[in-house]
């Protein structure tokens, strides 16, 4: 079968779609007639102990209290309230593991059970409202009861990616000061099963304030154990009451922090809290994925190491009471049909992924869906990166039949839920564009000065701009964990006048008001929807004991949106520049940071681009990336260090 994509430039819902949908038209005049009560309203439909006073106290900005006064519970909005209200039997999630036959199914009664087990457990070891707990695990159910575990009892989760290396583990441990560490002994990845303890082991290694580390048994490989420290999760969750009686706090009580990278090499310890955070999470789930919770199967592909996969997998579709289905595996194990028979299997009728599988399944070819029965989808969705519009419509034609909406979110760990997104019922979607701001949430496109920018056929393609969010929302962070200077510095201070949150991302808009995301304009690159800083990928190429010098930039990728081009100058001793050194650095990269921050290229080069005061001009060696003329090079200290670096490639 061929390509027989629709060349639209926008695709109304349809109609049928429209008329059943959970968001209307009045969701935009509610949320303009008057905003905060419009965000009062969407809180009120979590469960409160204590009910808030006051929506919104900005008088401290740039933080905000949201819910002032209010208290609540994470964990019994997401999982006690559905059984007590008698969906106990309802199915929470259908796990499906890697390897294939291992599955699992949860009720809410089930996770119910297991998340107070786990809370017991945690009080046990003598944990507290307030304490840190590191959680290292593949996508298990255990990882999202630990997760809902350290909810209920008001600790703070810093979950991090099972895909990180021992060292970027031990950094966010470190700085967290976290008390316990909740991990696997390994993972199953495409087929093969890995160690994750080992990292844990050498990551906690010498830390004081790590007093337990608690394991899942996933794939029953051997590992080293420290007796007194070490505790199986089998043989302490599992064994613990199912009983447990969860406890109201604050709306501004932190819930977890998600280290994201920075434009410095350390990276951030982005914090959430609870009332505002979760009233933002179900809303969006909710109304963006028009969420019918006795009939769909939802399905987020996402990893519960990023902040997706904690506001739709364990915050957003548990707090509305959803079925969803969770994978562990990747999505060419055993092969490339898996994700379809995924779908097939348990009946998904709403699928979350980002546009990197998407150019992915294409390159794999059509014939991979065609092969599948995909009519149980209804909606589709795509996030992490902006998305091409040959993507968007193939996307919408092989998975959607041509007859599914496509909800393009925008959003970041720091925003904590989607903030730009079509309304399925609602919005005529864009190939390419996330349209608008979601109701409640307030965005615009401006220039250096703050002055907003036109749309594109007064300004054409300089109509190009800062893409800034210039009012507070329920679910925006509340700082950097341990560094309130560096959050206003960050985000605060490129438009502190007007008291604007910065994004870091440009956008323009099209002839139509919708706003186009393009991308990054810092120095955090963006691969497959994971956010690398250069400076951390330069300071692990600098560690190599050959490498004097390193320049690190993103280059347009047609698969992963970014990838990774790295630029080197060797040590005088060091003889070998060829491919067997830069193999060499790529392992170096993937062993400080993660498989997934290692350089598609690296070119040894004898000099880098410099100005006059010594700053690496990282804007021309994207050009030579890229491929494309070299901009204005009047500022370099030696322009003729160009000709030597294209010899290089």
Known sequence: M???????????????FALNANASAELYREAERDRLAFWGKQAKRLSWDSPFTEVLDWSQAPFAKWFVGG????????VDRHVEAGHGSRVAIHWEGEPVGDSRTLTY?????????????????????????????????????????????????????????????????EDA?????????????????????????????GQSHVEHVLVVRRTG??????????????????????????????????????????????????????????????????????????????????DIGWVTGHTYIAYGPL??????????????????????????????????????????????????PDAHDLTSLRLLGTVGEPINPEAWRWYRDAFGGNRTPIVDTWWQTETGAAMISPLPGVTAAVPGSATQPLPGISA??????????????????????????????????????????????????????????????????????????????????????HRISTAEVESALVGHAHVAEAAVVGANDDTTGQAIIAFVILEAHAKDTGSEMVEELRAEVAREISPIAK?????????????????????LLRDVAEGRELGDTSTLLDPSVFEAIRESK
Not at 247 to 268: M, N, Q, R, V
Not at 271 to 288: E, M, R
């Open 599 to 619: 350089p598609r290229e690296i070119h040894v080069v004898p000099e880098l681009p410099k100005t006059r005061s010594g700053k690496i001009m990282r804007r």
């Open 71 to 78: 208290k609540l519970n994470v964990a019994y909005n997401c």
């Open 177 to 205: 000061e976290a008390k316990l560490v909740i991990t696997t002994d390994g993972q199953y990845r495409r087929g093969k099963a890995v160690s994750l303890k080992d990292a844990v082991d050498e990551a906690v290694s």
């Open 444 to 529: 615009r496109v401006v220039d250096d000065h703050g002055n907003t920018i036109g749309r594109s056929h007064e300004f054409g393609e300089h109509a190009q701009g800062y893409l800034v969010l210039d009012q507070p929302w329920p679910s925006m962070l509340r700082g950097i964990w341990g560094d309130p200077e560096r959050y206003k510095e960050t985000y605060w201070s490129r438009f502190a006048e007007q008291g604007w949150y910065f994004a870091g991302d440009g956008a323009r808009y099209d002839d139509d008001g919708n706003i186009w995301v393009l991308g990054r304009i810092d120095d955090v690159m963006n691969v497959s929807g």
């Open 319 to 368: 707090s509305n009471g959803a079925t969803q289905v969770v994978y562990e595996g990747t999505p060419a194990s055993p092969d490339e049909h898996r994700h379809f028979q995924v779908i097939e299997k348990y009946g998904v009728t709403i699928y979350y992924t980002a546009p990197t599988l998407i150019r992915t399944f294409m390159k794999w070819g059509r014939e991979l």
């Open 221 to 302: 490989m051997d590992m080293p154990w420290t007796e007194g420290r070490d505790l199986w999760w089998h043989q302490t969750v599992d064994k613990a009451s199912p009983e447990h009686t969860p406890e109201a706090f604050d709306s501004e009580h932190p819930l977890f922090l998600l280290y994201t990278s920075g434009t410095t090499g350390s990276p951030k310890g982005i914090v959430h809290t609870s009332g505002g955070y979760l009233t933002q999470a179900s809303y969006t789930h909710y109304n963006v994925f028009d969420i019918k919770v006795d009939t769909d199967v939802f399905w987020c592909t996402a």
């Open 109 to 173: 009664s089930d996770l119910l059970a297991e998340v107070c087990k786990a809370a017991n457990t945690l009080t046990e070891l003598g944990l507290v409202a307030g304490d840190r707990v590191a959680i290292y695990m593949p996508m298990v159910p255990e990882a999202i009861v630990a997760m809902l575990a350290c909810a209920r009892l008001g600790l703070l989760h810093s979950v991090v990616f099972a895909g990180f290396s021992a060292s970027a583990l031990k950094a966010r441990i």
């Open 2 to 16: 061929t390509d027989t994509y629709v060349d639209a430039s926008s695709f109304p819902p349809p109609g049928e």
